[in-house]
């Protein structure tokens, strides 16, 4: 069984992850959503939140694609979470060359750590390489439109939670 990490915070996930996770799916057999908990960050949503965001958003792509997606919180070394969770592969979206000379970083380390876990890049969608949960949350924190760059019930989460 392939088994794929895919990693990040996802406060809030973003039409640009779903993007990414519904590529992904189709190259393996579990994926397991990382979600980081990240105190650094400060995020908006919390750990439970942002699982059952996630858990919501890809009910329907486990159907549609038959691969079993996971959300899986982790606090520990990324390499380490793909240990503990059998990933032979870690996932990783791309929107610009700036993300890439940060991946590329990251990819050198983790393979120092462990060279038998492959990293893969996947391009976002062009519709989709602008969005970022930062500037989402920026949006709505502003009372602008997120519509575009979030599903309805992530929209909905946002408004609650900042009024």
Do not use: W
Request: proline share 3%; aromatic share 6%.
């Amino acid at each position: 069984m392939r088994v794929g990490l895919y990693p990040g915070t996802f406060d809030p996930i973003t039409l640009g992850h779903i993007d990414i996770i519904r590529r992904a799916a189709a190259l393996v057999d579990k994926l397991v959503i990382g979600v980081a908990i990240n105190r650094d960050k400060g995020p908006l949503f919390s750990l439970e939140e942002r699982v059952a965001m996630i858990e919501a958003e890809c009910a329907y792509l486990t159907e549609q694609t038959g691969t079993e997606i996971v959300a899986h919180p982790f606090e520990n070394l990324l390499i380490d979470c793909a240990r503990d969770v059998g990933a032979q592969i870690i996932v990783r979206g791309l929107r610009a060359v700036a993300d890439f000379e940060y991946e590329f970083q990251m990819v050198g380390m983790n393979r120092a750590l462990d060279d038998s876990i492959e990293t893969v890049f996947l391009m976002a969608e062009a519709r989709h390489q602008a969005i970022a949960s930062k500037l989402v949350k920026e949006i709505a924190r502003l009372n602008g439109d997120v519509s575009k760059f979030v599903t309805p019930a992530v929209k909905d989460a946002l408004t609650e939670r900042l009024g």
